[in-house]
Each structure stands twice: as C-alpha cells, then as structure tokens.
C-alpha cells in the first residue's frame, strides 16, 4: 500500500516537473523574472505601482526598447552590434549641431530646422552601420571587431565635433514635442516606439525578406543556397540596426535639451541583455519582437525599482551584468530541457 502510494507521488512529481520544463521551454525565463521583479520592487516601494510611476517606466524604456529592436536583427542573424551606444552619441552630436545651425540661420522656420537636424542625425547614425554592414558582409570581418573598431571611431568623431562640450542652441518646440510633449496622457515618444514595433512586425513576419534574417541566423549556407542573397541580408542588418538606434538617438536629445557625445554608454550591454533575456538565441535565428519589447521593458523595471529603493547606481551595473548571466544560462538550460522533452 505504501509502495503504491509512493510510486503515484512520485508519478505526481515528474508529471509536474514535466509541465514546468514545458512552460520554461515555451515561455523563457522571462516572465517569471517579470513577475518576481514587479512583487520584490512592490513590496519595498509603495510608489512602484503607482500609474505615474509606471508610466515613467515606459517613457524611459523607450529608448532602449528601439536600440533593443535593433539589436535583435543582429543577433538573429548570429552578429551582434556593440556600436549602438555610439550611433546614439554622434547622432545626438551631428543632429544637434545642425539644428542648432539651422534653428540660427532661419529662426522662423523652426520646424524645418528640427526636420533637418532629425533627418542629418539619424544619416550620421546609419552611416555607422552601412559600414559595419560592409565590414560584415562584404570584407567577412567578425561582427565583434567591426562594431567595436567603428563604436571607437564614431566616439571619437563624436568627441572631436563638440570637444567634450553639450550642444545647445536647439529650438524649444523639439524637445517639448519630443521630449516631453504628451498626446492624451501618452508621452510622444511611446508612439514612436509604437509605429516602429507594428512596421518592424509586419516586415519581419509578413514579407519575404523579413524571413531572411531568421533564415540567414539559422543556417547561412543553406540560406545562400536557397537563393537567399546572405550578403545582402547582413549588409541591411547593421543598417537597420543602426538606423533604429540612430532614432532613438535623436528622441533622446529632445529629452536631454543638448546634444551630447557620451550618451549611450551603457546601450551595448542592455540592448543585449534585454534580447537575450527575451529569449532570442545567441545562435541566431531565434526571436521574437513582442517578447524583446518586454525585455526592456523588464530591464526598466528593474532601474525603476533600484532608483526607488536607493541603491546605487555602480550597484545597479552590476545587477545588470549578472542578470545577462543568468539569461544566458537559462537559454542554455532552455535548450537541455527542449532535447530531454523529445527524447
């Protein structure tokens, strides 16, 4: 009687343990650090839940949303960009200085100035990436050294326009549009972030050259002989790439009022860290927007409860690098439990 009871709890236990490997290897380990964080930082600060504060939490997640959309294009594609944090600073230099500029020469044509600051930063920006896409694709320069060498080149060139110095001089109807203007209670840039997402959605998921990326990650030699134009593809990766950090770049300067060179610092790292934890692949060929979105998103809740809770913004870095850690182990503990579920 005994051994059959122990036998059926036992039977009971692996059913359940069974059912929870399955769940991780649907879902990622995302959603339950979601939830884990939301409850921790709820229970230390009672302004965490709070409308205002969540809203605030999306408004500065924006940025690194749209630099992490970005991102994922890489690393399907089995790349990553580490130049993104520069794409934003000199996009925030050259965008600045050339509104600035216009904004002086024609102080009446206040929105052309801003068009033309927006239009020169976010070329600046890409121009990083047509030629990390050309190191990349053209030249088989590994994805690591091209966007470190051009994140060191464009730091630099970013620096030398501006001599370490903010740029101000740019018209107040930028930033109180882009920065800080709000359209029924919803920051602007929200709604930026929210056309990019559908636009990136659809072309992904929707056309056929949006499925080349994912094919190009999963397999490069059997994409290229499919007829898929690899070469193409990853020269139009790290243009994207950049072209979405580049936007980002410029919501950003609205934000701050000044265009400044050391911006961005910290985006390789959590636009990487916000993929992986949203379960893309390392590998390539894996992921998912709506989940990278989340990622951010996530990675805004956790600076948001750290802020709340007074911990120091060193320390904070170092949450960050160990959560990168662990998403990267759960990925790999992710892909032991998809090979023990079909044996």
């Known amino acids: 009687m005994m051994a059959s009871q122990t036998d059926a709890a036992a039977k009971e236990t692996k059913g359940f343990v069974i059912v929870l490997k399955r769940l991780f290897v649907r879902l990622g380990i995302l959603p339950f650090l979601l939830a884990i964080a939301v409850i921790v930082f709820a229970l230390i600060s009672d302004n965490f839940l709070t409308g205002r504060n969540l809203m605030n939490v999306m408004r500065q997640s924006v940025y690194l949303t749209i630099v992490s959309l970005g991102q ?5 594609t089995g790349g990553f960009d580490l ?37 020169a930063g976010v070329a600046a920006g890409s121009l990083i990436g047509v030629c990390n896409g050309i190191g990349v694709a053209v030249f088989n320069v590994s994805p690591f050294m091209m966007s470190l ?35 029924l209670g919803i920051p602007t840039p929200l709604y930026v972030a929210a056309v ?16 080349y990326f994912y094919a190009v990650g999963g397999n490069i030699k059997a994409a290229g002989l499919s007829g898929i134009n690899t070469r193409l593809t990853l020269f139009w990766t790290y243009v994207l790439c950049a072209m979405l950090a580049a936007i980002s770049g410029m919501l950003l300067t609205a934000r701050l009022d000044t265009g400044e060179a050391n911006i961005g610092a910290s985006m390789p790292l959590e636009s990487i860290a916000a993929c992986v934890i949203a379960g893309v ?5 894996v992921g998912r927007l709506e989940n990278v979105v989340l990622g951010a998103l996530f990675i805004g809740i956790v600076q948001n409860g750290m802020n709340l809770a007074r911990i120091e913004s060193y320390l904070q870095t170092v949450v960050l690098g160990a959560l990168l850690i662990l998403a990267v182990i759960a990925d790999q503990i992710r892909l032991r439990f998809v090979a023990s579920l079909k044996d």
């Open 83 to 119: 130049s993104v944090g520069t794409v934003l600073a000199l996009t925030s230099v050259v965008g600045a200085l050339t509104m600035a500029s216009a904004y002086a020469a024609m102080p009446d044509a206040v929105w052309l100035a801003i068009l033309l600051g927006c239009l």
């Open 72 to 76: 994922m294009f890489a690393l399907l």
């Open 281 to 285: 692949s390392l590998r390539g060929g």
């Open 196 to 211: 990019i997402l559908v636009a990136l959605y659809l072309f992904l998921n929707w056309t056929p050259f949006g499925r």
């Open 149 to 183: 060498g051009m994140a060191s080149i464009g730091f630099g060139v970013a620096l030398y326009l501006t001599g370490g110095v903010p740029v101000y001089g740019m018209p107040q109807e930028f930033g109180d549009s882009f920065g800080f203007g709000t359209l």
